[in-house]
């Protein structure tokens, strides 16, 4: 395939498809200007004064890692003064951004997590960052959290960063999924996965399996179905992985293939899962949607839910699409 970089697929896209307005792609040049920042900040580990705890919270009660700080700071600064933005949410603040004044304001809302997987920081696991892009509404004043509450089929753009051994941008803009590597010689972003599809099919699952107990039951009987394997009703044996940073299990799904579940559990019934709508499922759910994948809370699509609150959370199945919609039914079982 040859090699071109972000900028040239951007400007191609534009002039073919039409998906990519001047502004939303300024948008996404400097979200991934600001990836390769934070990817040089995570790559200094011990060297760079940048590991451990920061000693505070976020507005989720998590104790935030100094690089969680670190790595949203670098989004807020890198984007506030573009003139694309009317105002930022991010998993590390408790209430959206509004641009500065001392900026003009533009006509999109970007939100994100900073650094998901922060508990793999410390011992050099990938993690990453992920984002997702929505229209501020014609005519909207001063940006309020209301304006941020649409559900993830309103989104424009959504993409991750992996750190891992290579450093990646995986990006959609409602036309298909492309992956970007690092070029770290070059500091550019060059387009090395097109139109990348995940599987239907898949003998690989991710979930974190020490919750087992907890789990409701279309979960417990799918989950069994699985570890039953070749002597069991699914005929076939299956392999499990868990990396416990989300960003790094859906590229592991994106390229072979599975199916991630964060399902809501017996253990705090207010709580439906671990996983942020706004800034975790729904991106995600973009991304998987447009490789062919599925998403969904066990109900319906992810990006079907109507949002209430910012940093509201939803159970999470994602990946291969007859593996989601059979774990689906056996909750509407
Ligand atoms: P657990 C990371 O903290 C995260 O938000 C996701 O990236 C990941 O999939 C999940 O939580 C891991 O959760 O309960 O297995 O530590």
Redesign the pocket.
Known sequence: MKRISLTQYLVEEQRQNNTIPAELRLLIEVVARACKTISHAVGKGALGEVMGSAETENVQGEVQKKLDIISNEILLEANEWGGHLAAMASEEMETIHPIPNRYPKGEYLLLFDPL????NIDVNVSIGTIFSVLKAAEGMGEPTEQDFLQPGSQQVAAGYAVYGPQTVLVLTTGNGVNCFTLDREMGSWVLTQRNMQIPAETREFAI?AS?ARHWFPPVTRYVNELLAGDAGPRGSNFNMR?I????A?VHRILNRGGVFM?PADAREPGKPG??RLMY?ANPMAFIVEQAGGAATNGARRIMDVQPEKLHQRVPVFLGSKSEVERVTSYHQA
């Open positions: 998901d997987g922060s508990s974190n919750n868990w416990a940073s989300m960003v299990d964060y671990k996983l975790e």
